[in-house]
């Protein structure tokens, strides 16, 4: 089995969902369930941010022209329904079923057709920012994949490759021994640090650093939060090897 994770920037107005996440930069949107077949989509989504940020991202979901997964910028005649399955001032939980029609694409859909059945996938959205984990046979033709995601994403986002991998070394992640940084990641500590953005005071805040790198905020913040969790993973796991409490004394 093999592990494909990438992300999609969206562009401002090409998708409701990133646009109110983006107007949110505390909210998040987490895949809890997504199942695909040749025409139809189904998941359940965990969002959390204050109330306003979750009324935003809710309306965005039922109320949205098209599909928020449909890579279409306009109406493709697909046929949604979007219920709430919970609802708390910090949390919703979103279950969506989705007929698709012969104009619009998915990254599910575009996953099964290179991919092969079987495929699992894993998201989290944060402001523009939409990253997918796919877990797949390791037998498809994943440049073919990557060929027709692009052609259908367009301009409406940029896309980047975060890791491919044997599932071996996602497993001794979640069994708690960290994994390798990306280049992406490694590059965004480095400049962060060159920068002064982790000292006390910070010479240089995200934005700032954003700019000097070329790269969308949402993209760095996602960056560095990915590089720090990995950080201190290592860490903790390395106190755990030699016998040291992660306490200090």
């Known amino acids: 089995m093999r592990e494909l994770v990438f992300a999609l920037e969206y562009e401002s107005g090409c998708n409701r969902v990133a646009d109110a996440l983006a107007e949110h930069p505390e909210a ?28 935003a991202i809710e309306d965005a979901f039922l109320n949205s022209d098209y599909y928020a997964d449909c890579l279409a910028t306009e109406d493709c005649g697909a046929t949604q329904t979007t219920r709430v399955l919970d609802r708390a001032d910090d949390t919703r939980v979103l279950y969506s079923d989705w007929e698709r029609t012969p104009a619009c694409d998915s990254v599910p859909h575009i996953a099964c057709d290179h991919l092969g059945e079987g495929v699992l996938f894993e998201t989290r959205h944060e402001g523009h920012h939409y990253t997918w984990r796919l877990i797949h046979s390791g037998e498809g033709d994943v440049a073919a994949f990557f060929d027709e995601l692009t052609a259908a994403v367009g301009a409406c986002a940029q896309m980047e490759m975060l890791r491919t991998r044997d599932t071996t070394a996602s497993m001794r992640e979640a069994d708690g021994t960290p994994g390798d940084l990306s280049p992406e990641q490694e590059a965004a500590l480095r400049a962060a640090v060159e920068h002064g953005y982790y000292e006390s005071p910070r010479e240089v805040d995200v934005g700032e650093l954003a700019e000097h790198l070329d790269v969308p905020r949402s993209t760095l913040t996602y960056r560095l939060r990915r590089a720090e969790e990995q950080l201190a993973k290592r860490h903790v796991a390395g106190r755990r090897v030699t016998g040291e409490s992660p306490v200090s004394r």
Do not use: E, F, K
């Not at 998040?28 to 009324?55: E, K, N, Q």
């Open 28 to 55: 998040r949107v987490r895949s809890l369930s997504l199942h695909a077949t040749a025409d139809r989509l189904w998941r359940v989504d965990h969002a959390t941010g204050t109330p306003d940020a979750l009324d």
